[in-house]
Every structure is written in structure tokens, then in C-alpha cells.
């Protein structure tokens, strides 16, 4: 059976094709960095979003057509495993992530739930034999249900830390048996409203506690993927204990989990946090500690996770300007955490959107290796802080200064020396024209 009959394979045409089922950047076989495009970037689809999302928002009922929407239950997981199969090979993308209960209903029983998910994931496995894509991660949903109310590996509740367990245990489990590259601790509920009612020093040391018994049995069953943690501020709580970048490695230094764990870092969540996407990649990168990318954007006017697909020239390439002097993404990859929009509720939506993405992505790749190949900022940033490679300068970034051999340097000034201007809006200026050199070829 056919889910997306209409859809014929996407391939690269170029920026000419006038074709919306075409890329017109994202070149699967350029080069860049002596990898492929594909290789480099390592594009995955969202399995909630793309085939489990529904269209609802907090004022409306879900608007998507699906051509699995006949189904119910067991038959429904099973039809949209085979629906995503298809999607993946036409999208030509690599890799794919998914929460369990993306893949496979939750049920009252954690036997039966459990279950499930071991029937998906065996269809799954046989899709996976046949397909060039592969599991870039997988987490467990501990968000939804009304039992994550307090939290999962927070909650004040021993038996419910006990469930959260039993799930990530299930995860890990699954990690392995598909083959995947990372693991994902996606907090959710992982905060407080109020001290009022909050023990805060039980409850980080018990997600500590909750973190290296995660790492134990990963050891145990053989599991060698990256374990990463994903930001995410003010959804739902007001105290996200995971906020961003600086405060999670803050806990992971505390708690020592900082060499077993590094960041997959979202967009929209950057914004949540009052960052930019770039500065959360930068404070990662700079720490040795970014892992993946959950590519997506907000909208600015308003103040939740809209999780709309990429298409801001500008973010995606000070995105990729982050991930190139990293070196890639190592085990990870620029999953699209992303879903469209209520009213492109039609299944080839989803098409449209990803080739957006990727070409939006493609565009930011180009136009960063070129910034770095030219040393726009390298050079501009060197001479602004070349007072440091020299003298009294010199002397800081190498330990030998103390505050008595400044204070005696700075009493013999005749007057200090004036500051440089940062010239931010001329570099704006230049970082807008490799963007339209880069967009007319």
C-alpha cells in the first residue's frame, strides 16, 4: 500500500527547478568539509510531529489529513510505521527519532504498554533491514500522561520515579536493539511552579541518581550511544530545572555527568530561554559538549514552542557556522522538531516543509564555510582582542599577571587606550552579502 501516492521520489534539481517537490540547495553529494552534504548534516524526521501530530494547538481540535486516519489502535502504529518508510525513502533522508509513545499507544497496564512497543519495534527492525535510514535517537514520553503531573525523575512521588524508570529501562533496551546513535533525556515536566511546596535539593539529587543508573544500565546491555539532554525552559513549569545550555552543564559538572552527556540543543527552546539558537550552540561548543540539533523555529510574536520548520536564512546559517567549527555533529545530526502549520493540513505539506528545512539548512551551510574559508569574523575578532597577544595582555592569558603587576601597569598609562568599534552593523552588512551571493549562485 502507498500512503503518499502522489509523491514521486525528491531529488536535487537546482536553484532553478520551479518544482515544489524538488531541492533547489541541499545536494545530497556536494561536498562540504570532506563529507557529503548527507553525511555532514545528517537530516532526521520527527516521528511525532510528522506522523503522529494531529494539528491541535490550545484553542482548536486537529486539523491533519492522513491516509492512515481509517486505522485505530495496534493497526494504526503499524500502518504509520509503513506510512513513514515511504516518507523517508521519497524524502531520501537519513535518519529518523521518535518517544515510545510516537510509535506505540500507551495503555493503563505497563505490561501491556511495554508489549506494544516491543510489536513496533520488531516491525520496525524489518523496515530498518531493508531502508538506508536509521534511528538518529529515541526518548520516552514522560509529559503526557496525568501521572508526570510533579515530574517523572523529579516527581515527589517514589512510585512514580520507580515508572519512569521501568520506561527509560524500555528505552535503552529499544536504543540498542534498533541501533540507535543517541539517547535523549527530554525533561518535560522536570521543574517546579512553586518552593512553597518543593524540596529543589531532592529532587536534582534524585535526578542525578536517576541519570547515572541510566548510564549503568546502558553500560550493562552493551548500549554505545551518545546520551544527550535537551534544554527546555518554561514548558510547562516556570522552573525548568534543564532551562538551558549554562545551567544543565552547571547541574551535569555538580553531579559528575558532564564527560557521559552533551546537548541536543532546539531552536524554539533557545528563544524560550531569551537566547538566540546560535548563542546556546556556541556555549555548547565552546564546553566540548554539542551533541545534536533539533532544527526548528519560533515565532517571535508569540510566547510558546510553535516549532515551526526552519526557513530563516539568517538563524540557519549562524546555526551552521557553530556546527562547522565544531567539527559536525559527531553521533548527531539536525533532526526537524518541527511540524506544519494548522492549515497545510495535506499530506504533501510534509514534503514542502522538509525540503524548506533542508534547504534552508543547505543555504546556511554554504554561506558559514565561505565566512570561515575567509575569515570574516576570524579576522575581525582577532584584531579586536589583540591587545591579549601581546605584553601586559599577553601576560593575563598566560597566568604570569597578578592584580599588583595590573594595578603597577596600569598607574604608568598616560591614558588608556581607546576601544575599537565593534562594527556590528557593517559585519551584518557582509554576513548579507554571502547570503545573496550564496542564494544567486
Not at 150 to 161: E, V
Not at 196 to 221: C, G, P, S, V, W
Request: charged share 25%; aromatic share 14%; hydrophobic share 35%.
Amino acid at each position: 500500500m502507498s500512503y503518499f501516492g502522489n509523491v514521486n521520489q525528491v531529488k536535487y534539481e537546482g536553484p532553478d527547478s520551479k518544482s515544489p517537490y524538488a531541492f533547489k540547495y541541499y545536494n545530497p553529494q556536494e561536498t562540504i568539509n570532506g563529507q557529503t552534504m548527507e553525511e555532514f548534516l545528517r537530516f532526521a524526521v520527527s516521528y511525532w510531529h510528522t506522523f503522529t501530530g494531529e494539528g491541535s494547538d490550545p484553542f482548536g481540535e486537529g486539523t491533519m489529513v492522513r491516509p492512515y486516519d481509517n486505522f485505530t489502535g495496534m493497526d494504526l502504529a503499524k500502518a504509520r510505521v509503513e506510512a513513514s518508510f515511504e516518507f523517508f525513502e521519497k524524502l531520501d533522508v537519513p535518519y529518523f527519532c521518535f518517544h515510545d509513545f510516537d510509535i506505540s499507544p500507551e495503555t493503563n497496564s505497563l505490561k501491556e504498554t511495554l508489549d506494544n512497543i516491543d510489536q513496533i519495534v520488531g516491525v520496525i527492525k524489518d523496515h530498518l533491514k531493508t531502508s538506508k535510514t536509521k534511528l538518529l535517537w529515541n526518548t520516552a514520553n514522560m509529559f503526557t500522561h496525568p501521572r508526570w503531573l510533579f515530574g517523572a525523575a523529579t516527581s515527589p512521588n517514589a512510585d512514580i520515579y520507580a515508572y519512569a524508570a521501568a520506561k527509560v529501562k524500555k528505552g535503552l533496551e529499544v536504543a540498542k536493539e534498533l541501533g540507535s546513535e543517541n539517547y535523549v533525556f527530554w525533561g518535560g515536566r522536570e521543574g517546579y511552579e512553586t518552593l512553597l511546596n518543593t524540596d529543589m535539593q531532592l529532587e536534582l539529587d534524585n535526578l542525578a541518581r536517576f541519570f547515572h543508573m541510566a548510564l549503568d544500565y546502558a553500560k550493562e546491555i552493551g548500549f554505545e550511544g551518545q546520551f544527550l539532554i535537551e534544554p527546555k525552559p518554561k514548558e510547562p513549569t516556570k522552573h525548568q530545572y534543564d532551562f538551558d545550555v549554562a545551567t544543565g552543564i552547571s547541574f551535569l559538572q555538580k553531579y559528575d555527568l558532564a564527560d557521559k552527556f552533551k546537548f541536543n540543543i532546539e531552536a524554539n527552546h533557545a528563544t524560550l530561554a531569551g537566547h538566540t539558537f546560535e548563542h546556546e550552540l556556541r556555549v555548547a561548543r565552546i564546553n566540548g559538549m554539542l551533541g545534536s540539533v533539533d532544527a526548528n523555529q519560533g515565532d517571535p510574536l508569540l510566547g510558546w514552542d510553535t516549532d515551526e520548520f526552519p526557513t530563516d536564512l539568517y538563524s540557519t546559517t549562524l546555526a551552521m557556522y557553530e556546527i562547522i567549527q565544531n567539527g559536525g555533529l559527531g553521533s548527531g545530526g539536525l533532526n526537524f522538531d518541527a511540524k506544519v502549520r494548522r492549515g497545510s493540513f495535506d499530506p504533501e505539506d510534509l514534503f514542502f516543509a522538509h525540503i524548506a528545512g533542508m534547504d534552508s539548512f543547505a543555504v546556511g551551510t554554504k554561506v558559514a564555510q565561505k565566512l570561515i574559508e575567509d575569515k570574516v569574523f576570524e579576522n575581525f575578532i582577532a584584531d579586536r582582542y589583540s591587545s591579549y597577544r601581546e605584553g601586559i595582555g599577553l601576560e593575563v592569558v598566560e597566568g604570569k599577571a597578578d592584580f599588583h603587576k595590573l594595578s603597577e601597569y596600569a598607574l604608568k598609562l598616560d591614558k588608556v587606550e581607546s576601544n575599537k568599534s565593534g562594527r556590528q552593523e557593517n559585519l551584518k552588512a557582509i554576513l548579507n552579502q554571502y547570503l545573496l551571493d550564496a542564494v544567486r549562485g
